[in-house]
């Protein structure tokens, strides 16, 4: 099964308001990432949160990391109609050769 | 500065046929990694290759889908005799390793869209 499973599967919001989805994963990490892509496109990394940090921000993001609960989520502030699109979370985990396990992903429609 | 480029963008082939997929990585990249996206699947981890070497084929079925990333040239991920089930979005990506951060980022590419007939 995927290492990383985000919830909701999809989440409708109106514009302006603050989305949050959440990933849960099963094994230790080195650090955890979550990715945007926009529909027929590639993914587009967002930001990442290393397993000793337990919050990061980056402009309207911002990403918790709880190693204890094995979970992560991501808020995303004052959303616009530009930020529909889906969402992933990805774990690292530790050791060399390492490969990137992605979730299923969050569809985010934000309604203008 | 080109990203990561894959080519073909779309790509028709029939039952039995051959398909051939591109990856040129990111400048400065060593790292190559093909992903298979089914609708509401997710992205599928495939396979894991520095220049000339696999280090990870563990998500590559058996028979028919081989991967290469020869010394010079583009990654190729190959899957001969195709059937309508391999028809899916094939997504690269590559990275320059963990490093001293110790963070494996990824770049991907817009993927290549496979459809089996």
């Not at chain 2, 990694?33 to 696999?54: A, H, S, T």
Request: charged fraction near 20%; proline fraction near 4%; aromatic fraction near 6%.
């Amino acid at each position: 099964s995927q290492q990383g499973e985000e919830d909701p599967q999809a989440l409708s919001i109106q514009e302006g308001e603050n989305a949050t989805m959440n990933c849960s994963y099963k094994t230790s990490i080195n650090n955890l990432q979550w990715y945007r892509q926009n529909s027929g496109r590639g993914l587009v990394h967002l930001i990442l949160i290393r397993s000793n940090e337990r919050e990061k921000h980056s402009g309207r993001l911002r990403v918790t990391l709880d190693t204890s609960k094995k979970s992560s989520s991501l808020l995303i502030t004052a959303s616009r109609a530009a930020d529909t699109a889906s969402y992933f979370c990805a774990t690292d985990p530790t050791g060399a050769n390492s490969k990137l396990t992605f979730g299923k992903g969050i569809t985010l429609s934000v309604r203008p | 500065n080109a990203g990561v480029m894959q080519n073909p963008r779309h790509l028709v082939r029939r039952r039995g046929q051959e398909a051939r997929l591109r990856c040129s990585p990111m400048k400065g990249h060593s790292h190559v990694y093909w992903y298979r996206q089914l609708p509401e699947e997710g992205l599928k981890f495939m396979v894991y290759l520095q220049k000339e070497n696999i280090i990870d084929e563990s998500g590559m079925p058996k028979e028919r889908f081989s991967a290469e990333f020869p010394k010079e040239g583009p990654s190729i991920l190959r899957i001969q005799q195709v059937v309508r089930g391999d028809s899916a979005a094939y997504f690269c990506a590559s990275s320059r390793g963990q490093g001293s951060s110790g963070a494996n980022v990824l770049t991907f590419g817009a993927g290549s869209r496979l459809t089996v007939l």
